[in-house]
Structures are given as structure tokens and as C-alpha cells.
């Protein structure tokens, strides 16, 4: 298992900024491809974006554009640059990860998690 540590939520304005990042532990952090999901109240989890072993990333419709998902192996961190905020932004994001070299869209695909960081999106 690989333990997963969120920071960087916070509250901003609509169009602001914000980096979240997801510090990664216990396993070689090369091994894994890594992903951002988010879960609004009410709503499912849903894939963000992610990030394969090798670099390949993919992104939701919904974020396309404005967010971008990067890592850091020397570091052991992944990052989500979110630009262009939008109230509908607002959720708990979530770090994830999985062994393999495949971008999962499907929550179940992955079996580690971090603990989730706020961000809210004021209009």
C-alpha cells in the first residue's frame, strides 16, 4: 500500500487559482499511476483527471482546459494546477492511486486513497 497526504484546498473566488497536492509514502511512487477525483455533497465521485507512469495524462470533459494534473517522482508528489475556478468546482477532491500504467476513470480502479481536501468556489 502507498499512503496519500492532500493539501492545498481552500476557498477562492470564481476564476481564481489553486494547487493541490498529494504527497505519496510507503511504496516506489514510480509504480503507480496516479488520479484526482471529486465528490460534491449529494453526488457520486468522479474522475478528474490522471496521470500514467510514464507522464500520459487524461482529463474529464468538465475540466479540460483549465486544470492540469502533473507529478514530481523525485519528490514523490503528484499536483493538480487548477485555473478558471467555477462554483461547480466545488467538492472534496481526492487523492488516488493505482500499480499499472493505466488512467482509470472509474473509481473502483483504484485502492489507494488520501483523505480528501475542501475546495470551494465562490461565485
Known amino acids: 500500500q502507498v499512503q496519500l497526504v492532500e493539501s492545498g484546498g481552500g476557498l477562492v473566488q470564481a476564476g481564481g487559482s489553486l494547487r493541490l497536492s498529494c504527497a505519496a509514502s510507503?511504496?516506489?511512487?514510480?509504480?503507480?499511476?496516479m488520479a484526482w477525483f471529486r465528490q460534491a455533497p449529494g453526488k457520486e465521485r468522479e474522475f478528474v483527471a490522471g496521470i500514467s507512469r510514464g507522464g500520459g495524462t487524461n482529463y474529464a470533459d468538465s475540466v479540460q482546459g483549465r486544470f492540469t494534473i502533473s507529478r514530481d517522482n523525485a519528490k514523490n508528489t503528484a499536483y493538480l494546477q487548477m485555473s478558471g475556478l467555477k462554483p461547480e468546482d466545488t467538492a472534496v477532491y481526492f487523492c488516488?492511486?493505482?500499480?499499472?500504467?493505466?488512467?482509470?476513470?472509474?473509481?473502483?480502479?483504484?485502492?489507494?486513497w488520501g483523505q480528501g481536501s475542501q475546495v470551494t468556489v465562490s461565485s
Open positions: 510507503g511504496r516506489t511512487f514510480t509504480w503507480y499511476t
Open positions: 488516488a492511486a493505482r500499480q499499472g500504467g493505466t488512467i482509470w476513470k472509474d473509481p473502483s480502479g483504484y485502492d489507494n
